[in-house]
């Protein structure tokens, strides 16, 4: 399934409504959900004809309108002010799930209007459920660049109303902020006030929904193109050891509060668990400081553009200040973003030199597209081509491989093998190795690369082996 939420902020607009139309074409959407389209109900059906949908929907108040592809079966369950609730059934697969259009009020009295028939819904909630649109209330600090400090209240409504439900955040990719007050200098203000909640039933249905913050132009919001998949398998991803982390003050700290075990036992048992207990502290602090990266350069280029236009029309020292601050965060951030791809990448023989993101992408992208296994072969010689499939095929051949049917008894083969190692080399090979040697190999290990499946590179074991 494939969807956009988008606050046009009037449809009537061309730019707005050609936009629209395009989107669709390109991503050929199941549902669209618009909020403050036209006022006049009348051009619902107009609208719904040109961007090519046989179902359409709009809420009591007309502020928000929704269009249903011919292959769903819908029935509404709520229509109120500010949302618009309905069942949809995929009459191939029979598949159905509930999806809730949300356009809030700005008052947070108001509000609580919606939160109460969210708190009702969820109730005897057990379909899958998305609920997504315009909320005009951020979750998060972090939301909000500009303007006056954030109503705790409000967000604590807001929260308590998401977690009450049981409903996730979907998470994004691209700009953290969904809309932009038009303004620069002192009055800039981004917000994120539109998102895409979803209940665990939902996720399950779609193990691999994305959601894209796409550019504001024809709005002063961004569009949500939601993508979701039923016959994708979600990869969990492993641990990997990011080497600019070891430039930040706090990381050895991080490190050494960590490192340390309560109880004794076996030199590689803990060795193993204090690198358990490492990656799970890590994950979490780089999750606090640094964040998503690519979505922060994302959001501080929107931020950077508004304020190098201030700047232009207005050339004063406080707003050149500004404009530095922003341009600095943004440099610091690129410059992690190309550390990341170039130990992706992972060219040891690379100089430091410009930014070479692209060039490091196109080679991790190079080498993930030789690393596809597209189709497999099997016992028989048919060709495999089903994800599912492949992957038994390849646990019956492994099983085969390493299972004995029968345990040999005769070992007399072993005596026409001819001795190539005499005593005194026998001795040496089986002699351990001295701390020194241990620690000469691991600190020649390469720092862009992991030397095992515990996911620390060189340069991390380097970092706190020297400390």
């Known amino acids: 399934m494939n969807a956009i939420i988008w606050n046009v902020r009037s449809v009537n607009t061309k730019k707005a409504f050609e936009r629209l139309v395009n989107m669709q074409r390109q991503h050929h959407c199941q549902v669209i959900g618009i909020m403050e389209p036209m006022r006049d109900p009348r051009k619902l059906e107009r609208y719904r004809r040109k961007i090519g949908f046989v179902q359409a929907f709009s809420n009591v108040s007309n502020k928000i309108w929704v269009f249903v592809d011919e292959d769903h079966g819908v029935d509404v369950l709520i229509n109120s002010e500010q949302q618009i609730t309905m069942k949809s059934t995929n009459m191939d697969t029979q598949n159905s799930y509930i999806i809730t259009i949300v356009y809030a009020k700005c008052d ?63 998470g994004f990719k691209g700009s953290i902020f969904t809309w932009w007050n038009g303004r620069a200098g002192e009055d800039c203000i981004f917000k994120r006030l539109d998102r895409c909640l979803a209940n665990i039933e939902f996720q399950e249905m779609f193990p691999t929904i994305e959601v894209n913050h796409l550019s504001k132009t024809g709005s002063d919001h961004s ?197 190539l190692v005499d005593s005194v080399q026998n001795t040496k090979l089986i002699q351990q190795p001295t701390e020194e040697e241990i620690k000469y190999a691991v600190m020649g290990l390469s720092g862009e690369s992991a030397g095992g499946p515990d996911g620390f590179t060189g340069a991390s074991i380097t970092a706190v082996g020297h400390n």
Request: aromatic share 14%; hydrophobic share 40%.
């Open 223 to 419: 569009p949500l193109f939601l993508t979701c998949k039923t016959d994708a398998i979600p990869i969990k991803k492993a641990f990997k050891f990011l080497n600019f982390w070891i430039k930040h003050p706090t990381f050895k700290t991080v490190v050494k509060d960590n490192w340390r075990i309560d109880f004794s036992g076996d030199p590689f048992y803990m060795f193993n668990q204090k690198l358990k207990k490492l990656k799970k502290a890590l994950s979490a602090w780089s999750r606090n400081t640094y964040g998503d990266i690519f979505q922060k350069i994302a959001s501080l280029e929107e931020v950077v553009i508004v304020h190098e236009a201030e700047f232009e029309r207005n050339p004063t020292l406080q707003s050149r200040q500004r404009l530095q601050k922003v341009q600095a965060d943004l440099i610091r951030y690129l410059t992690i973003e190309e550390e990341f791809w170039k130990q992706k990448a992972g060219m040891n023989w690379f100089q430091d030199g410009d930014r070479n993101t692209k060039f490091f992408h196109a080679q991790v992208n190079g080498r993930r597209k030789r690393l596809q296994l597209n189709r497999i072969k099997d016992a028989d010689g048919n060709w495999l081509e089903d994800n599912a499939d492949m992957a038994d095929e390849a646990v019956r051949f492994f099983q085969n491989q390493f299972h004995e049917s029968t345990i040999p008894t005769n070992f007399r083969i072993l005596e026409y093998v001819p001795t």
């Open 108 to 170: 947070p009295i108001e509000r609580i209007e919606l939160w109460d028939s969210m708190y009702y819904l969820a109730r005897d909630m057990t379909s899958p459920w998305l609920v997504a649109g315009d909320f005009n209330v951020i979750m998060d600090e972090e939301e909000k660049f500009g303007g006056l400090p954030v109503s705790l209240n409000e967000v604590t409504d807001f929260r308590h109303c998401v977690n009450t439900c049981n409903l996730t955040d979907l």
